[in-house]
Protein backbone atom coordinates (compact mmCIF):
# COMPACT_ATOMS: atom_id res chain seq x y z
CA UNK A 1 0.00 0.00 0.00
CA UNK A 2 1.71 3.52 -0.74
CA UNK A 3 2.18 6.08 1.87
CA UNK A 4 1.25 9.88 2.04
CA UNK A 5 3.08 11.54 -0.63
CA UNK A 6 4.13 15.00 -0.53
CA UNK A 7 6.24 17.34 -2.85
CA UNK A 8 8.04 18.50 -2.94
CA UNK A 9 10.80 17.69 -0.23
CA UNK A 10 12.51 20.74 -0.31
CA UNK A 11 11.90 24.48 -0.68
CA UNK A 12 14.13 27.51 -0.58
CA UNK A 13 12.19 31.22 -0.91
CA UNK A 14 13.02 34.24 -0.16
CA UNK A 15 10.28 36.45 2.00
CA UNK A 16 7.22 37.80 0.54
CA UNK A 17 7.32 35.38 -1.55
CA UNK A 18 4.36 32.64 -2.11
CA UNK A 19 4.80 28.54 -1.51
CA UNK A 20 2.94 25.80 -2.21
CA UNK A 21 2.59 22.00 -1.10
CA UNK A 22 1.20 19.41 -2.57
CA UNK A 23 -0.22 15.81 -0.42
CA UNK A 24 -1.70 12.90 -1.67
CA UNK A 25 -3.07 10.67 0.89
CA UNK A 26 -3.30 7.25 1.34
CA UNK A 27 -6.18 5.69 -0.74
CA UNK A 28 -9.29 6.03 0.83
CA UNK A 29 -8.26 7.47 3.47
CA UNK A 30 -11.23 10.66 3.80
CA UNK A 31 -9.10 12.49 6.67
CA UNK A 32 -6.75 14.54 5.56
CA UNK A 33 -4.15 16.80 8.14
CA UNK A 34 -1.48 19.32 7.47
CA UNK A 35 1.21 20.11 10.32
CA UNK A 36 3.49 22.54 10.36
CA UNK A 37 6.72 21.13 12.89
CA UNK A 38 9.06 24.36 13.88
CA UNK A 39 13.06 23.15 14.53
CA UNK A 40 13.16 21.29 18.09
CA UNK A 41 8.92 21.19 18.85
CA UNK A 42 6.39 18.88 17.86
CA UNK A 43 4.18 18.91 14.87
CA UNK A 44 0.73 21.53 15.47
CA UNK A 45 -1.97 21.17 13.59
CA UNK A 46 -2.84 23.68 10.44
CA UNK A 47 -5.65 22.22 9.08
CA UNK A 48 -8.08 19.14 9.04
CA UNK A 49 -10.18 17.88 6.14
CA UNK A 50 -13.02 15.45 5.78
CA UNK A 51 -13.55 14.23 2.15
CA UNK A 52 -13.80 17.60 0.62
CA UNK A 53 -14.54 20.15 3.61
CA UNK A 54 -12.70 21.61 6.02
CA UNK A 55 -13.30 20.44 9.64
CA UNK A 56 -10.84 22.45 11.86
CA UNK A 57 -8.84 25.35 10.48
CA UNK A 58 -9.08 27.00 13.62
CA UNK A 59 -5.02 27.38 13.84
CA UNK A 60 -4.43 28.29 9.72
CA UNK A 61 -3.23 32.20 9.93
CA UNK A 62 -5.56 32.62 7.53
CA UNK A 63 -3.99 36.05 6.51
CA UNK A 64 -1.52 34.15 4.60
CA UNK A 65 -2.09 30.67 4.42
CA UNK A 66 -4.39 28.59 2.26
CA UNK A 67 -5.62 24.78 1.65
CA UNK A 68 -8.04 23.37 -0.39
CA UNK A 69 -8.82 20.07 -0.78
CA UNK A 70 -10.32 19.59 -4.27
CA UNK A 71 -12.44 16.55 -5.09
CA UNK A 72 -11.50 14.73 -1.50
CA UNK A 73 -8.14 13.34 -2.30
CA UNK A 74 -4.92 15.50 -2.63
CA UNK A 75 -4.52 18.71 -1.14
CA UNK A 76 -2.76 22.06 -1.17
CA UNK A 77 -1.28 24.49 1.31
CA UNK A 78 -0.29 27.99 -0.17
CA UNK A 79 1.42 30.39 1.42
CA UNK A 80 0.97 34.03 0.43
CA UNK A 81 3.21 36.20 1.03
CA UNK A 82 5.47 33.73 3.20
CA UNK A 83 7.64 35.18 6.11
CA UNK A 84 10.84 34.12 8.48
CA UNK A 85 8.96 32.33 11.00
CA UNK A 86 7.46 30.10 8.31
CA UNK A 87 10.46 28.44 8.29
CA UNK A 88 9.80 25.12 9.10
CA UNK A 89 9.08 21.11 7.93
CA UNK A 90 5.32 20.89 6.61
CA UNK A 91 4.10 17.81 7.42
CA UNK A 92 0.64 15.94 5.69
CA UNK A 93 -1.07 13.60 7.00
CA UNK A 94 -4.32 11.10 6.68
CA UNK A 95 -6.02 8.42 8.55
CA UNK A 96 -9.18 6.09 7.31
CA UNK A 97 -12.92 7.23 8.20
CA UNK A 98 -13.51 7.61 12.38
CA UNK A 99 -10.23 6.23 13.46
CA UNK A 100 -7.69 9.03 14.71
CA UNK A 101 -4.92 6.83 13.47
CA UNK A 102 -2.85 9.26 11.34
CA UNK A 103 0.40 8.29 8.75
CA UNK A 104 2.51 10.73 7.73
CA UNK A 105 4.35 11.52 4.64
CA UNK A 106 7.93 12.39 4.47
CA UNK A 107 7.41 15.88 4.80
CA UNK A 108 8.24 19.23 3.13
CA UNK A 109 11.25 21.62 4.26
CA UNK A 110 10.77 24.64 4.00
CA UNK A 111 13.24 27.85 4.51
CA UNK A 112 12.28 31.47 4.04
CA UNK A 113 15.64 33.58 3.65
CA UNK B 1 -8.27 19.94 24.67
CA UNK B 2 -5.39 18.01 25.82
CA UNK B 3 -1.72 18.93 27.06
CA UNK B 4 1.13 15.92 25.39
CA UNK B 5 4.39 16.35 28.39
CA UNK B 6 7.12 14.17 27.05
CA UNK B 7 10.39 12.89 29.61
CA UNK B 8 13.34 13.39 29.17
CA UNK B 9 13.31 15.82 26.74
CA UNK B 10 17.19 14.66 25.81
CA UNK B 11 18.65 10.84 26.17
CA UNK B 12 22.08 9.36 25.67
CA UNK B 13 22.31 5.83 25.64
CA UNK B 14 25.34 3.36 25.15
CA UNK B 15 24.68 0.97 22.18
CA UNK B 16 23.14 -2.12 23.99
CA UNK B 17 21.24 -0.67 26.57
CA UNK B 18 17.95 -0.45 27.63
CA UNK B 19 15.68 3.02 27.83
CA UNK B 20 12.20 3.69 28.79
CA UNK B 21 10.83 7.15 27.13
CA UNK B 22 7.46 8.77 29.12
CA UNK B 23 4.13 10.48 27.72
CA UNK B 24 1.83 12.53 30.06
CA UNK B 25 -1.50 13.39 29.28
CA UNK B 26 -3.62 16.02 30.93
CA UNK B 27 -7.02 14.09 30.50
CA UNK B 28 -7.55 11.13 29.67
CA UNK B 29 -6.81 9.72 26.93
CA UNK B 30 -7.50 6.92 23.92
CA UNK B 31 -5.71 6.05 21.11
CA UNK B 32 -2.38 7.28 21.64
CA UNK B 33 0.22 6.68 18.86
CA UNK B 34 3.52 6.49 19.21
CA UNK B 35 6.22 7.87 16.50
CA UNK B 36 9.92 8.03 15.47
CA UNK B 37 11.34 10.91 13.48
CA UNK B 38 14.04 9.73 11.63
CA UNK B 39 17.05 12.06 10.07
CA UNK B 40 15.07 12.93 7.81
CA UNK B 41 12.16 14.24 9.09
CA UNK B 42 10.12 11.69 8.19
CA UNK B 43 7.58 10.45 11.26
CA UNK B 44 7.42 6.38 11.47
CA UNK B 45 4.49 5.13 13.22
CA UNK B 46 5.54 2.58 15.58
CA UNK B 47 2.28 1.67 18.11
CA UNK B 48 -1.50 2.70 17.47
CA UNK B 49 -2.48 1.85 21.62
CA UNK B 50 -5.97 2.40 22.28
CA UNK B 51 -4.54 1.20 25.91
CA UNK B 52 -2.89 -2.11 27.14
CA UNK B 53 0.53 -2.79 25.70
CA UNK B 54 1.84 -3.48 22.39
CA UNK B 55 5.21 -4.81 21.29
CA UNK B 56 7.26 -5.03 18.22
CA UNK B 57 11.05 -6.35 17.99
CA UNK B 58 12.79 -4.60 20.58
CA UNK B 59 10.16 -2.00 21.19
CA UNK B 60 6.96 -1.81 23.30
CA UNK B 61 4.32 0.74 24.78
CA UNK B 62 2.26 0.56 27.51
CA UNK B 63 -0.73 2.84 27.77
CA UNK B 64 -2.59 3.44 30.99
CA UNK B 65 -5.47 5.67 30.06
CA UNK B 66 -6.85 6.09 33.60
CA UNK B 67 -4.20 7.30 34.85
CA UNK B 68 -3.23 9.61 31.87
CA UNK B 69 0.73 8.16 30.66
CA UNK B 70 1.97 6.01 28.21
CA UNK B 71 5.88 4.18 28.12
CA UNK B 72 7.64 3.58 25.43
CA UNK B 73 10.53 0.67 25.83
CA UNK B 74 13.45 -0.06 23.70
CA UNK B 75 15.67 -2.58 24.46
CA UNK B 76 19.26 -3.63 23.09
CA UNK B 77 19.29 -0.25 21.60
CA UNK B 78 21.24 0.31 18.06
CA UNK B 79 22.55 3.25 16.15
CA UNK B 80 19.34 3.14 14.01
CA UNK B 81 17.17 4.07 16.62
CA UNK B 82 18.95 7.44 17.37
CA UNK B 83 16.24 10.26 16.33
CA UNK B 84 13.39 12.17 18.00
CA UNK B 85 10.48 9.83 19.45
CA UNK B 86 6.91 11.60 19.67
CA UNK B 87 3.77 10.47 21.53
CA UNK B 88 0.12 12.12 20.38
CA UNK B 89 -3.11 11.91 21.28
CA UNK B 90 -6.53 12.99 19.97
CA UNK B 91 -7.31 16.52 21.01
CA UNK B 92 -10.78 15.56 22.25
CA UNK B 93 -12.95 12.85 21.92
CA UNK B 94 -14.13 11.58 18.46
CA UNK B 95 -11.78 12.15 14.49
CA UNK B 96 -9.99 14.96 15.99
CA UNK B 97 -6.55 15.98 15.12
CA UNK B 98 -3.27 14.45 17.22
CA UNK B 99 -1.78 16.95 19.84
CA UNK B 100 1.73 16.29 19.87
CA UNK B 101 4.64 16.47 22.56
CA UNK B 102 8.17 18.06 22.15
CA UNK B 103 9.86 14.79 22.02
CA UNK B 104 12.11 12.95 23.25
CA UNK B 105 16.10 13.16 21.50
CA UNK B 106 18.05 9.75 21.32
CA UNK B 107 21.43 9.62 20.68
CA UNK B 108 22.79 5.94 20.77
CA UNK B 109 26.63 5.70 20.51
CA UNK B 110 28.48 2.88 19.18
Known amino acids: EAGVAQSPRYKIIEKRQSVAFWCNPISGHATLYWYQQILGQGPKLLIQ????????DSQLPKDRFSAERLKGVDSTLKIQPAKLEDSAVYLC???????????FGQGTRLTVV | GIQVEQSPPDLILQEGANSTLRCNFSDSVNNLQWFHQNPWGQLINLFY???GTKQNGRLSATTVATERYSLLYISSSQTTDSGVYFC????????????FGKGTRLSVIA
Open chain 2, 49 to 51: IPS
Open chain 1, 93 to 103: ASSYGGSTEAF
Open chain 2, 88 to 99: AGPRNSGNTPLV
Open chain 1, 49 to 56: FQNNGVVD
